[in-house]
């Protein structure tokens, strides 16, 4: 079985409910609204966040069990998500799509990140935002959460080499207090990037 499927297969909410601290903030600073990808979304917490906030989400993960509680998280807060079973391995970037693309812990092997992310570049509308927290190459001795290969933690580079021309709003590595479900608990290490595509090429 897919271990992320294993992983949410119970009732527990394993990260939450409740949305990351980053996106929340990022929401209130830049007002973001439109047609919204959050992708590597697992249990749907950030996705349901920001359908209440007005987006059209859709929400993107190889986990069936993770869309399933995606769906029922946003049947019991009143919005309407779209959750789409895909492997990013597969994904196909469709260029100018989204208003805004979130990655919260979305964390993959040093190939298919840099895949991904030349991906997001493509698919982001002119002025429209990637907003992402992940857990940086300093998180292993941390244990608060996050894989524990080198391979799938994230490099400042990653993101200023890959939006070397975008406008970059926000720029962070360093330490932060998380408290999402029993996975990501006390102070971690991350990465925190929000950048702009630019309007005109």
Avoid at 69 to 85: S, T, Y
Avoid at 125 to 144: A, D, H, L
Wanted: charged share 25%.
């Amino acid at each position: 079985m897919n271990p992320w499927n294993e992983r949410f297969q119970g009732e527990e909410y394993v990260y939450g409910t409740e949305p990351n601290a980053f996106v929340v903030d990022m929401q209130s600073r830049l007002s973001l609204t439109g047609q919204t990808l959050a992708i590597a979304e697992g249990e749907g917490r950030n996705a349901v966040y920001l359908a209440e906030q007005g987006h059209d989400v859709t929400v993107w993960d190889y986990a069936e069990a993770g869309l399933n509680k995606a769906n029922k998280l946003a049947k019991e807060k009143g919005v309407k998500i779209a959750a789409r079973l895909q492997d990013l391995e597969d994904a196909a970037w469709t260029p100018d799509q989204w208003d805004q693309i979130v990655c919260i812990f979305g964390h993959f092997p040093k190939a298919l990140r840099l895949r991904t992310l030349r991906g997001v570049k493509e698919a982001v509308k002119p002025g429209g935002y990637f907003i992402t927290e992940v857990y940086s190459m300093n998180q292993i001795p941390y244990q608060s959460g996050g894989p524990q290969e080198m391979d799938m933690l994230y490099e400042p580079e990653d993101f200023l080499r890959s939006f070397a021309d975008w406008r970059i709003i926000h720029f962070f590595m360093g330490e932060v207090h998380r408290s999402e479900g029993a996975l990501h608990q006390g102070l971690s290490h991350v990465i925190q990037f929000a950048g702009q595509k630019p309007a005109f090429t």
